[in-house]
């Protein structure tokens, strides 16, 4: 059974950093598509930053240059070190990964899914 485990948001200040952490389990291998996505309540969830099945990695246009994504495939854990913080980076962040995605950034292509871990930026 897939399980995706999410650590390591909290509070922090504008300019500061975050790393996230996800724990993945229950995959074959190593060869499927992960990343993490956002959502503020009352908004649509956004893509942030996924690796392809070839560890090609895309961003969301909003956090490039800022954020940057990686996997460490021993441990079968996703990483998302966030810098330069803004406000507007504040909410949930999930980890998500399917075995392939055609729109890597649109969450509805995904089906596994983490609880989330949340994320909060003061201005």
């Known amino acids: 059974q897939v399980q995706l485990v999410e650590s390591g948001g909290g509070s922090v200040q504008a300019g500061g950093s975050l790393r996230l952490s996800c724990a993945a389990s229950?995959?074959?291998?190593?060869?499927?598509?992960i990343g993490w996505f956002r959502q503020v309540p009352g908004k649509e969830r956004e893509g942030v930053a996924v690796?392809?099945?070839?560890?090609?990695?895309s961003y969301a246009d909003s956090v490039k240059g800022r954020f940057t994504i990686s996997k460490d495939s021993a441990k079968n854990t996703l990483y998302l070190q966030m810098n330069s913080l803004k406000p507007e980076d504040t909410a949930m962040y999930y980890c998500a990964a399917d075995v392939w995605a055609e729109d890597l950034l649109r969450s509805d292509e995904y089906m596994y899914w983490g609880q989330g871990t949340q994320v909060t930026v003061s201005s």
């Open positions: 229950g995959f074959p291998d190593s060869r499927y598509v």
């Open positions: 690796i392809d099945r070839d560890g090609t990695t």
